[in-house]
């Protein structure tokens, strides 16, 4: 049964780089979508982008300038780094394996299971 | 993308039903039939219950279903039981991203 485990700094001051990084035990790397999918405390989902084995990414477009998303295919594990975060970039950030639909014509992921156990970072000068 | 539109709580009885609409638009929701349901207890990640529109993942309980019409997404819940009680967001494709709702507080009285 595949796990996701995250880690990474849960303070940051504003302007820096956040930087957090999950690994998958028990289950292919391939044929997948890796995602990072954030909640601000109290309030709602927001999905931040994904990447597949082959480092081919799709991102939010209202985050797509401050995101990168990248892979580690010989560690089966992948990263997120948000730049120049503010306030309002604290949230949870969760990472999730990504699955696409194969009937369907899109490109990228469907649906997000299972999920990391999440990690909270704060922005706080 | 904006947020899908969900209702901010619903409630029921243990054993009777309900159902929690997500609204989207034409770009999303409308034209695709690839909206998956979440549900999350408090301080847990979000754990997938219907994906696809109305398909359940193995070990989901089938008083979960899921239905689609036009730009409206719903999830019904029967035979409602106190574990149901929860936050449940919808997530539908939307081409170049992938958009939630709001969230639903169910409370099982």
């Known amino acids: 049964q595949v796990q996701l485990q995250q880690w990474g700094a849960g303070l940051l001051k504003p302007s820096e780089t956040l930087s957090l990084t999950c690994a998958v035990y028990?289950?292919?790397?391939?044929?997948?979508?890796w995602s990072w999918i954030r909640q601000p405390p109290g309030k709602g989902l927001e999905w931040i982008g994904e990447?597949?084995?082959?480092?081919?990414?799709n991102y939010n477009p209202s985050l797509k300038s401050r995101v990168s998303i990248s892979v580690d295919t010989s560690q089966n594990q992948f990263s997120l780094k948000l730049s120049s975060v503010t306030a309002a970039d604290t949230a949870v950030y969760y990472c999730?394996?990504?699955?696409?639909?194969?009937?369907?014509?899109?490109?990228?992921?469907?649906?997000?299971?299972?999920w990391g156990q999440g990690t909270l970072v704060t922005v706080s000068s | 993308q904006s947020a899908l539109t969900q209702p901010a709580s619903v409630s029921g009885s243990p054993g009777q039903s309900i159902t929690i609409s997500c609204t989207g638009t034409?770009?999303?929701?409308?034209?695709?039939?690839?909206v998956s349901w979440y549900q999350q207890h408090p301080g847990k990640a979000p754990k997938l219950m219907i994906y696809e529109g109305n398909k359940r993942p193995s070990g989901v309980s089938n008083r979960f279903s899921g239905s689609k019409s036009g730009n409206t997404a719903s999830l019904t819940i029967s035979g409602l039981q106190a574990d149901d009680e929860a936050d449940y967001y919808c997530?539908?494709?939307?081409?170049?991203?992938?958009?939630f709702g709001g969230g639903t507080k169910l409370t099982v009285l």
């Open positions: 999730a394996r990504g699955r696409i639909a194969p009937a369907a014509p899109v490109k990228g992921s469907t649906r997000f299971d299972p």
């Open positions: 028990g289950g292919s790397f391939s044929g997948y979508y």
């Open positions: 990447i597949n084995h082959s480092g081919s990414t």
């Open positions: 034409s770009s999303d929701v409308g034209s695709y039939n690839l």
């Open positions: 997530c539908s494709y939307a081409g170049s991203s992938r958009v």
